[in-house]
């Protein structure tokens, strides 16, 4: 726990003042205006929106955790106006400010700077529990799920949106740039083991992937394709990844990102 508790300074470090070095830029720069944009040009960001939102379901009376929410994002305020008890946690004082600033219209809403794992974090019986590009950032996935299911109701539900490193070619490049990312200590992309044991210790009600064939659309700028053609192929080559990720393993660990639906299950 000492060793964690020093990881989640220097992350809380991290995301108070962003401060990245060359390798980390380069790649968050390459992130950001690769995947993003594309995500939202195929319409992923918002199906993958949706998605949740239709997960989520009918929040009356319901208890929920906003798990690492920094200082919140658009389902994070629906989360709010629409449970009976909202809680966002993260370790960043900055963003859970920010965020108790705009909740502040919600009676039922709060948020705190905590750590998930820590004992100062007594909450419990959670209906749901909302982690969005969260999970991945725990090394240690036994004590997470334990911590989970601990927190959850019996048939609580767990809503999650995390990288994978199953993709042979993500693999290999992530393999050259992390030792020189700054975030490297907290960047933990699901590994096939990892997705393995929350679906032994989990119910997974529903799944989706994306870029997986997606995430070669940049080479189509290669080729003599208009724009109009490559988005009609980018969005078809989604499609397929978001259908086949839902039944297929094989074609699930081909993809980047994975968001799942899981129920806890009862011993």
């Known amino acids: 726990m000492k060793d964690q508790a020093s990881v989640n300074e220097r992350q809380k470090d991290f995301y108070n003042s962003f401060k990245k070095n060359k390798a980390t830029k380069l790649w968050y720069a390459l992130r950001n ?12 960001e918002r199906q993958i929106y949706d ?11 319901q208890k929920v955790l906003d798990l690492g929410c920094f200082a919140g994002n658009s389902l994070s305020y629906y989360l709010a106006e629409n449970s009976n008890s909202y809680l966002g946690i993260d370790l960043s004082e900055p963003a859970i400010e920010k965020l108790n600033a705009r909740l502040r219209n919600f009676p039922n809403a709060e948020a705190k700077t905590l750590d998930f794992l820590s004992k100062d974090f007594k909450e419990g019986d959670f209906d749901l529990i909302y982690a969005y590009g969260v999970l991945h950032h725990f090394r240690d996935t036994d004590e ?13 539900r767990i809503i999650s949106y995390d990288p994978l490193q199953t993709s042979i070619p993500v693999k290999i490049i992530r393999s050259v740039y992390r030792p020189f990312q700054s975030d490297k200590d907290w960047e933990w992309p699901f590994s096939k083991k ?11 009600i529903d799944r989706k992937a994306i870029f ?10 290669l080729l003599p394709v208009s724009e109009k053609r490559k988005l009609k192929i980018g969005k078809k080559w989604h499609e397929e990844d978001w259908l086949r990720s839902g039944k297929s393993d094989k074609h699930l660990f081909k993809c980047m990102h994975l968001t799942m639906l899981m129920q806890n299950k009862t011993d």
């Open 212 to 221: 997986g064939k997606t995430k070669w659309i940049f080479l189509l700028n």
């Open 51 to 61: 998605l949740h939102k239709k997960w989520i379901g009918d929040l009356s009376g």
């Open 33 to 44: 205006s690769l995947l993003r944009d594309i995500r939202k040009n195929i319409g992923a």
């Open 144 to 156: 997470l799920i334990s911590r989970l299911k601990e927190k959850l109701k019996p048939e609580g």
């Open 194 to 204: 990892v997705f393995k044991k929350y679906c032994d210790h989990f119910e997974i």
